[in-house]
């Protein structure tokens, strides 16, 4: 077993293949608040260790980063687990600790190894659970969990994180539930993003029934769902045909034009785009939007190229920065739905 205190450790799932991005920023935001340390990892292996050797002045955040979904500080890292018995050193471990936990989550890298690893994650999880209830470190008040990040059956790293700086989901995925009646599986996507990119407050504050967002890119209409489930009124604007279910809600206006043209009459509460096109024109028309009040808030993707994926996303965002006079909130994640792009939220700070 090996355990470092003095140079923490700090796991962060990725989408497979998106693992150089994920260490680039991880040590790029790392670097931006102040502290150094280099991040190793395997390409299609799902995840990136970042070794911290000087401490930041401000955490890492996983809602600050992008190609993290999920961020685990590193306890201990069990290489050679005796499979007749893993839970022993694992609960010595935690006793060691002193931390009462909430509960107990085995997690995987969303990689092809890592899906292999999904029935021994639910079973070992329920091992884990009834031990650490037999020895009485479970409270259901406390503000930290036990993370297991399962290799192999018998190489795991041990976690305790509290709830507030970490995903609230396992391995960082929102699992969520394709509603028929939407004409579009990628209504997905604008749901993680709801999930992922806004706070519970602000989802209640933002998504009221009666407001109005214009959808850039809109055919068969996935996107504008979101919108017309919580009664809201939709601008659609394509050249393709929407689906007649969400016309027949009355609350969706389809205008035939070009969405980098395209200008309403008056402001909106949002604007959401999924038109595929270069990112950094993506970026400048969405930025436009802001600056001119033409909606408060706008989510949109950003395609990413092949090569140089974390440079064309500080070009678009800086690019943006430099559009609009005044500060930006801006928040964006690779999320699960994503496949090569990013989903970005932007505002008026
Ligand atoms: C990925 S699909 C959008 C899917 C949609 N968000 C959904 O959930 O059903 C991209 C759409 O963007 C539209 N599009 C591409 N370029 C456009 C443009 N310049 N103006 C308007 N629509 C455009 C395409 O016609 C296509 O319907």
């Not at 909106?268 to 001119?292: F, G, N, S």
């Amino acid at each position: 077993m090996e355990s470092d205190p003095v140079f923490p450790r700090l796991i962060a799932l990725t989408r497979a293949g998106f693992e150089p991005e994920c260490a680039q920023e991880l040590e790029h935001e790392l670097a931006a608040r102040g502290g150094s340390g280099y991040a190793q990892t395997q390409r299609d292996s799902g995840f990136v260790l970042l070794h911290v050797q000087d401490a930041p002045q401000r955490r890492l955040r996983v809602r600050e980063l992008i190609f993290a979904r999920q961020l685990l500080p590193l306890r201990a890292s069990f290489e050679a687990l005796d499979p007749k018995d893993r839970v022993a050193p694992i609960l010595a471990e935690v006793k060691a600790s002193g931390v009462m936990l909430s509960d107990v989550w085995v997690e995987t890298a969303d990689s092809p190894a890592g899906e292999q690893m999904r029935a021994f994650a639910r079973s070992f999880e329920s091992a884990m659970a009834t031990a650490l209830k037999r020895e009485k470190r479970l409270d259901a008040r406390s503000t930290h969990r036990l993370h297991l990040f399962a290799h192999s059956g018998t190489q795991i790293d041990l976690c305790i994180a509290t709830h507030a700086e970490t995903a609230p989901w396992k391995g960082g995925i929102p699992r969520l539930r394709f509603p028929s009646e939407s004409p579009s599986r990628s209504t997905l996507k604008l749901e993680e993003a709801f999930l992922v990119l806004l706070d519970e407050d602000e989802r209640a504050r933002w998504l009221q029934a009666g407001m109005t967002a214009v959808d850039l890119g809109a055919c068969p209409g996935g996107w504008s769902y979101q919108f017309t489930r919580r009664a809201m009124r939709v601008i659609a604007v394509d050249n393709g045909a929407m689906a007649d279910s969400l016309m027949a809600t009355g609350l969706v206006d389809h205008v035939r034009a070009d969405g980098f043209r395209f200008q309403p009459q008056k402001p909106v509460e949002w604007m959401v785009c999924d038109m595929v096109e270069q990112p950094i024109k993506v970026a400048e028309r969405m930025a436009t939007w802001l600056r001119e009040g033409w909606c408060r808030r706008t989510i949109f993707n950003l395609k990413l190229p092949m090569k140089k994926r974390w440079p064309e996303v500080q070009r678009c965002f800086a690019s943006m920065r430099e559009a609009v006079p005044f500060d930006l909130d801006l928040r964006a994640k690779q999320l699960y739905h994503d496949r090569e792009e990013i989903t970005v939220f932007a505002a008026c700070a």
